[in-house]
């Protein structure tokens, strides 16, 4: 009995992590962090780099040099940086559609208003809140970098 209970709780914290932070977007910003831990930036560029998680360089180009393949649908994730901060950066990976409904980049932490969505992943974001924070932490790096 006890056995199961404990079972029935730790499931109760896996759901919990996984419960989507609410985002407010304030002028162009998200300012609260998606997570309670800091973000990783080196668990953040294998996130952006990878084919499976982020998928960034589909779209994005950036310092890779590793990554042969690089995307030129959108702006060099460097010269991005440049002009953005965290907070902007976390509002534009949330939902890049709050700035241009017609784009073509994912709304990596949204859960409504997505099209064409696998029956198993109603109700999940692509990215969790702690890789949205990882990630975020690899691009401001990118603005220490010549
Ligand atoms: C399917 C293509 C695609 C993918 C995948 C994609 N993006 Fe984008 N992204 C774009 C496009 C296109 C824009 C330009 C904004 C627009 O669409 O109006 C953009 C804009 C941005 C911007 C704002 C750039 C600026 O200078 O204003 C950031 C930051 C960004 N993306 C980061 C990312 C990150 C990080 C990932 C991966 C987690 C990612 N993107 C994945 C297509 C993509």
Known sequence: MRKRV???FSWLVILNLNVV????????SIFESLSSEA???VR????VASRQ???CLLCHSGPFP?????GNLAPELKASVARLNAPQLRARIVNAAHFNPQTIM????QTSHLNRVAAKFVGQTMLNGQEIEDV???LITLNNQN
């Open 39 to 41: 973000g990783n930036p």
């Open 136 to 138: 975020i932490a690899f």
């Open 106 to 109: 994912p709304a990596y932490y």
């Open 6 to 8: 404990a079972l029935a």
């Open 21 to 28: 932070h609410a985002q407010v977007i304030t002028g162009d």
């Open 44 to 47: 953040g560029r294998a996130i």
């Open 53 to 55: 998680t982020g998928l």
């Open 66 to 70: 590793e990554e042969r393949f690089q």
